[in-house]
């Protein structure tokens, strides 16, 4: 079994940033992806960024290069830096891990962009 546990949500102002931090426990397999989802009152969970074992990297269009996630291996961490935030940004931010057919989920952290 694997757990993820998320911190560094928050709320900050427009054009703000934060850093989400995202550390697995378990057994953590070089096939694995770990990546951020969200999800925003009434919409559905959308991916946000994702990494490879080998660090290669998928954000989404609505980043447009405002956010980075990274991976330290060693600590099987994942963080996700957040610069230039939009109030469009509020949302909750899961981290999942993906193996095969298997997805994992963190708690969630709470994300709120004031304008």
């Known amino acids: 079994q694997v757990q993820l546990v998320e911190s560094g949500g928050g709320l900050v102002q427009s054009g703000g940033s934060l850093r989400l931090s995202c550390a697995a426990s378990?057994?953590?397999?070089?096939?694995?992806?770990m990546g951020w989802y969200r999800q925003a009152p009434g919409k559905q969970r959308e991916l946000v960024a994702r990494?490879?074992?080998?660090?290669?990297?998928n954000y989404a269009d609505f980043v447009e290069g405002r956010f980075t996630i990274s991976r330290d291996g060693g600590k099987n961490t994942v963080y996700l830096q957040m610069n230039s935030l939009k109030p469009e940004d509020t949302a909750v931010y899961y981290c999942?891990?993906?193996?095969?057919?298997?997805?994992?989920w963190g708690q969630g952290t709470q994300v709120t962009v004031s304008s």
């Open positions: 378990g057994i953590i397999f070089s096939i694995d992806i």
């Open positions: 999942n891990l993906h193996r095969g057919a298997l997805d994992f």
């Open positions: 990494i490879s074992r080998s660090s290669i990297t």
